[in-house]
């Protein structure tokens, strides 16, 4: 029996699963808006899903939220949490922008 079969499927198996990785997709803001500095900033989960209609994904912002803002409020500390909540799947804009965004992100991932 050829021993060589099952590590040459096994190493075809591990490079086809490794372009399975997703890559983090990069979305502009729509065009001609622009973002006051003083402008309230909010959090868009980077999928383009909300947390209004799916109690499951609001749980997980809450507890994503409490994790990672130390004290919400205010521009600072939300731009203070950015790097955290970005590993968790959430993106910081601007509020005016957050809807537009969010359709953005959920044509990106063909919602």
């Known amino acids: 029996m050829n021993h060589r ?23 502009a803001p ?3 808006l622009s973002t006051p500095s003083s402008e309230p900033l909010t959090w868009v989960r ?3 899903q909300s947390g209004r209609a799916n109690p499951a994904l609001a749980d ?11 004290a ?3 521009n600072a500390a939300l ?23 969010a359709a953005q992100y959920r044509r990106a991932a063909g919602y």
Do not use: H, T
């Not at 997980?60 to 130390?70: E, I, K, L, S, Y």
């Open 5 to 27: 079969i099952p590590a040459l499927v096994a190493v075809l198996a591990a490079v086809a699963l490794a372009g399975c990785v997703s890559r983090p997709v990069q979305v």
């Open 30 to 32: 729509p065009p001609g």
């Open 46 to 48: 980077k999928d383009g």
């Open 60 to 70: 997980q912002f809450a507890a994503d939220r409490a994790d990672c803002v130390r």
């Open 72 to 74: 919400p409020g205010d």
């Open 79 to 101: 731009r203070e949490a950015e790097a955290c909540m970005g590993n968790r799947g959430y993106a910081l804009v601007p509020a005016s922008q957050a809807a537009a965004r």
